[in-house]
């Protein structure tokens, strides 16, 4: 029995000193190494004590799964992007020189998809809410911005051009006065999705002046309260041993007091994250506050393609307590073609995962695509009139009547994205005229307003 009382000592480890690592020096060559050092002048890197000793199997190291997770590889870049940065670490290119051609490449790789940024920031009183997405009408996706970084940074993240950071109190008061003002003024909302990067990076000051306005009253609307967080994969020292811990749990407890509900949404993208006793101890004590666990991750070539690392997965999180939620496809962003897995091999594994658990691992959706119309889950692959066709729904959608009603594209085996589908029986998806109608003239505000009025 570990009694979790010893602080874990916490290093992090970027670019700068991973070589430093002793499991680096003995398992990877030199030409590993400096691929490391290439794309991670590209894509973040970042790792950390707990994922390092506790997570990776180093004698399994370059194909095990969480090597995988968190230390770049030579193919997450294109190979022309590859060779401009390693020529240029060769030759010792300047400073802003190299910064100039990183970031030529970065701009390449899409930082932004699903119109994020065009589409779904609201406004108040004039003010870009510029920490918040409303895109779904009931839940409102909240980016504090003491929240924009994480424990370890995952190679396959959507969430990397976020990875800077800023340092002040003041600011999360002022950014949550503007959220409450907002939901004030939208009773339609009824979750507040915490995200980041990772809030569970804050310590507890920071995280309570976020979401101890929230209770107050004239928020009675929101129901629920969700944090989406990775810690628990890789850091679960933060429910433990952190100086805060305890606080950090009687936070936790005060929401759940307080009358709402604490949906502590864990991304674990393999079962290996699940199997110390450190994560199993930090599963517990969530729990114990009275918070839900749902649990989510993308499926991902190289790291959990294969049926039995879900099923095992969604198992193992039951007996734990915890609630399968979502399974993602990995989006367009970053190292997609290193990671993608296509549409009808995704429902495949998925299919047999699912079709190997029991029922109560059956809350899980998937496998989705959060695409600019809406979450895309795909529901499988049949055969009508003869001519074969995958079959889709939106499970979210930004007009909420999109949702749950199945539509049909041409079967397309390569397909790893909601672009590259065709409709089937008809010349365009049945969304997809009122989705051009709200992303071509009109405000985001506009739209927001003819299409989430309609609520009970
Ligand atoms: C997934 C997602 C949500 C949350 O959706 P739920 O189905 O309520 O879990 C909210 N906003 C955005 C933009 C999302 O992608
Ligand atoms: S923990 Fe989440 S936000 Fe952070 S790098 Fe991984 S996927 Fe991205």
Request: aromatic share 12%; net charge negative; glycine share 6%.
């Amino acid at each position: 029995m570990i009694d979790f009382k010893e602080p874990y000592k916490y290093r992090s480890y970027t670019i700068n000193n991973f070589r430093k690592i002793p499991q680096v020096e003995k398992h990877l060559s030199e030409e590993e190494m400096f691929a490391i050092e290439v794309v991670g002048n590209v894509l973040p890197f970042k790792a950390n004590t707990y994922v390092v000793n506790e997570l990776i199997e180093w004698d399994k190291v370059p194909d095990d799964p969480i090597y995988r997770l968190t230390f770049p590889q030579k193919e997450m870049l294109e190979e022309e992007h590859f060779n401009q940065v390693a020529h240029a670490l060769k030759t010792g290119m300047a400073k802003p020189e190299l910064s100039e051609l990183v970031n030529e490449i970065r701009k390449s790789l899409n930082p932004h998809p699903a119109g994020q940024m065009e589409h779904n920031v609201p406004e108040i009183e004039g003010t870009k809410l510029t920490g918040v997405q409303h895109k779904y009408r009931e839940t409102l996706l909240f980016f504090p911005n003491h929240g924009q970084t994480c424990h370890a940074y995952c190679t396959f993240c959507f969430r990397w051009p976020q990875f800077v950071g800023i340092d002040e109190l003041k600011f999360a008061m002022r950014e949550t006065d503007l959220l409450v003002k907002y939901l004030k003024e939208h009773k339609e909302v009824s979750d507040v999705l915490f995200t980041g990067g990772d809030p569970m990076i804050m310590n507890v000051k920071r995280l309570r002046a976020y979401i101890e306005p929230l209770l107050e009253e004239g928020l009675e609307h929101i129901q629920t309260i969700r944090i989406g967080s990775k810690a628990l994969g890789y850091w679960p020292y933060r429910f433990l041993t952190d100086k805060d811990a305890e606080e950090v749990l009687a936070l936790f407890e005060q929401i759940v007091k307080s009358g709402k509900h604490l949906a502590f949404m864990g991304h674990f993208n393999h079962p290996a994250e699940l199997k110390t006793p450190a994560v199993q101890e930090a599963i517990k004590r969530v729990l114990a506050t009275g918070a839900q666990i749902r649990t989510q991750s993308p499926m991902m070539r190289h790291i959990n393609d294969k049926a039995e690392d879900w099923a095992t997965m969604w198992r193992q999180q039951v007996q734990l307590g915890c609630i399968p939620y979502y399974t993602f496809l990995a989006r367009d962003t970053g190292a997609q073609d290193y990671f993608a897995v296509p549409l009808v091999k995704a429902w495949e594994i998925f299919r047999k995962a699912y079709q190997s658990v029991s029922g109560v691992s059956r809350t899980v959706r998937g496998p989705s695509m959060s695409a600019a119309p809406g979450k895309v889950q795909v529901l499988g692959v049949s055969e009508i009139n003869g001519e074969k066709v995958m079959s889709l729904r939106f499970l979210q959608g930004r007009n909420p009547n999109w949702v749950h009603r199945p539509f049909f594209a041409k079967y397309n085996e390569e397909a790893v994205w909601l672009d590259d589908l065709e409709p089937a029986f008809e010349n365009e998806f049945f969304f997809e005229r009122e989705f051009n109608a709200m992303t071509g003239d009109k405000s985001p505000d506009v739209i927001r307003e003819a299409f989430f009025e309609e609520s009970f």
